[in-house]
T-cell receptor
């Protein structure tokens, strides 16, 4: 079946950029998402990208998609302590949540 | 604006006991979902509903039942809990969209089965 993989942990210093990486196996993935989970809370959609795009920027967030290598990354500029959370990559061939496959999440720790 | 509310937040069960998790949303969303989250794994879909009175199986439905008698509520039942069902359970809802569905999540229920 489809698989989405992420590294489990990332630590950065406050003010630095964070880059969270994700690889996926489903070549029919059309919609790719980044969700954020803060401690004790549910997931919140951060941003998404369509497979016909290479890049999407939204304020401090930049999403890069390399469709050939099936690689997705999330860059957070000027990382703040409030960015400490678990970040989940997810993909869906149709955009339907019924076909959504999540990665295992990357725990981002921002050090002062 | 409450969004998606899950009750209870924590629960400890003994093997063989039953319980029901309640999910309530106040956004008039058509679609509702139950996921489980296990350490080192992504969220996995248990069951979902595309409208009042409808339910369907997701990726890992065994050992669970669901009901959607009212549009705003989606109940997840464990008839005979097993230690393998120890997990964090998340409910989510979304409005009807043909594509690029946006999920709104509750804050989760931590369930331990001893």
């Amino acid at each position: 079946g489809e698989d989405v993989e992420q590294s489990l942990f990332l630590s950065v210093r406050e003010g630095d950029s964070s880059v969270i990486n994700c690889t996926y196996t489903d070549s029919s993935s059309t919609y790719l998402y980044w969700y954020k989970q803060e401690p004790g809370a549910g997931l919140q959609l951060l941003t998404y990208i369509f497979s016909n795009m290479d890049m999407k920027q939204d304020q401090r967030l930049t999403v890069l998609l390399n469709k050939k290598d099936k690689h997705l990354s999330l860059r957070i500029a000027d990382t703040q302590t409030g960015d400490s959370a678990i970040y989940f990559c997810a993909e869906s061939p149709s955009g339907s949540a019924r076909q959504l496959t999540f990665g295992s999440g990357t725990q981002l720790t921002v050090l002062p | 604006n409450a969004g998606v509310t899950q009750t209870p937040k924590f629960r400890v069960l003994k093997t063989g006991q039953s319980m029901t998790l309640l999910c309530a949303q106040d956004m008039n969303h058509e679609y509702m979902y139950w996921y489980r989250q296990d350490p080192g794994m992504g969220l996995r879909l248990i069951h979902y509903s595309v409208g009042e009175g409808t339910t369907a199986k997701g990726e890992v439905p065994d050992g669970y039942n669901v009901s959607r008698l009212k549009k705003q509520n989606f109940l997840l039942g464990l008839e005979s809990a097993a230690p393998s069902q120890t997990s964090v359970y998340f409910c989510a809802s979304s409005p009807i969209r043909a594509t690029n569905e946006k999920l709104f999540f509750g804050s989760g229920t931590q369930l331990s089965v001893l």
